[in-house]
């Protein structure tokens, strides 16, 4: 992805995108009217991302690869599969059960693992699928039609998280970046929240008020020191209660999270003024959430103080945190590149390889934590890095 371009350099709606949008943004006017003129961020988030049949999540545009948005590592090389799933196979191998993948996007990551599971020979009993897109489930089904049937039995779909506790292994792939968000300015000693209202033309757009005093104390919470005195970013709220629900759902077994993220300091240093936030349209960033409103992802970095923070409060135990590029390495990239069947295919994987692991790519953006209960053995995917002392 390109980062930072301008609106105007976007590509144009079509007439079927230009409806929709508009029909997303009659919505959000009406919520901002029913709340007295302005809503708050996260709230916008809610609707804009996932209100039935209107939201980018749940309304039927094409999200991932060529012809969508962005592509996740999942969605970029079979390598990065085949990596998870030996981490995937050394737990199973110890608690047995199962595996449970939130947002599975196309399923090409849930059948890669599938299959190299089955080559390892350490199946979990079931590989259960939480998706909240109706579009993207049929997509997932398409791709796990051609498994094995015995491969193909093993997939269900989940409404909601499992209401009897399962063991084994919960895969959470750029989940918690896309969860909703509040976004909020510091100005000299001013506190503001950022929403969403209506200008006098009708148009959406961004309006502060001031912060309330939970914001205000989470705000205290997390920088004692004080802030810069002019400074922007976003915080999540809700990684408490959504991993708090994830706990829920994990008898014994871990929990990976793989995102783009950083540990508090670095996520709030006083020279990342602007935050974090970024929009994806048609492989290109922008920092603009009221464009398109139902047509463009919005998502925030990760931080993994505060999922660790939420892990102790949920009794799991943060048994490890690295880069991507290190828990790749740590899972045996280099054997998979190692073993490709000939030049071609080694070179072609090599390329996906680079973007996988090198440092400007998603190699050190993205990073993986395992969250485990009742589970203490060392993991092979954070034998070459710990980071937890950064957190």
């Not at 981490?87 to 608690?95: D, I």
């Not at 209506?198 to 001031?210: C, K, Y």
Request: with cysteine; aromatic share 8%; hydrophobic share 45%.
């Amino acid at each position: 992805m390109t980062s930072g371009e301008s609106s105007s350099t976007l590509p144009q709606l079509n007439p079927e995108q230009a409806r929709h949008a508009a029909a997303v943004a009659a919505a959000v006017r009406a919520a901002i009217e029913a709340q007295g003129g302005w809503l708050p961020f996260d709230d916008y988030l809610r609707l804009v991302l996932y209100a039935p049949g209107l939201g980018y999540y749940s309304a039927g545009s094409v999200k991932f690869g060529a012809g969508g948005d962005f592509v996740t590592a999942s969605e970029l090389s079979p390598l990065y599969a085949h990596c998870v799933a030996a981490q995937c196979a050394a737990l199973l191998q110890s608690v047995g059960g199962d595996v449970l993948e939130l947002g599975a996007g196309t399923g090409r990551f849930a059948t890669g693992v599938l299959e190299r599971l089955a080559e390892l020979e350490r199946l979990p009993d079931h590989y259960y699928i939480l998706e909240v897109s109706a579009d993207l489930r049929a997509r997932q089904a398409e791709a796990v039609q051609a498994l094995p049937a015995a491969l193909r039995r093993r997939v269900a779909w989940l409404e909601a998280l499992p209401a009897v506790p399962l063991k084994g292994v919960v895969l959470a792939n750029e989940v918690a970046d896309a969860l909703p968000f509040q976004r909020f300015l510091l100005d000299s000693d001013a506190v503001y929240e950022r929403g969403v209202g209506i200008g006098t033309d009708g148009a959406l757009l961004e309006v502060e008020r001031p912060a309330n005093a939970a914001l205000r104390a989470e705000l205290d919470r997390i920088a004692p020191d004080g802030w810069p005195l002019r400074y922007q970013s976003e915080l999540c709220p809700m990684l408490g209660p959504w991993l708090a629900a994830i706990a829920a759902a994990l008898a014994c077994g871990a929990v990976f999270l793989i995102d783009y993220g950083l540990p508090r300091r670095e996520y709030y240093h006083w020279q990342r003024d602007h935050g974090t936030l970024r929009c994806h349209y048609r492989h290109r960033a922008h920092d603009d959430p009221l464009l398109y409103p139902g047509l463009q992802d919005i998502t925030a970095w990760v931080d993994f103080t505060r999922v660790a923070e939420a892990a102790d409060a949920a009794q799991l135990t943060v048994a490890g945190y690295c880069t991507q590029a290190a828990f790749l390495l740590s899972n045996g990239i280099e054997a998979e590149l190692a073993a490709a069947a000939d030049g071609v295919q080694r070179a072609r994987l090599a390329s996906q390889a680079r973007m996988l692991l090198l440092p400007a790519e998603m190699g050190e953006r993205f990073k993986v934590m395992a969250l485990t209960r009742g589970f203490d053995e060392p993991m092979r995917g954070f034998a070459l890095q710990d980071l937890r002392g950064s957190l």
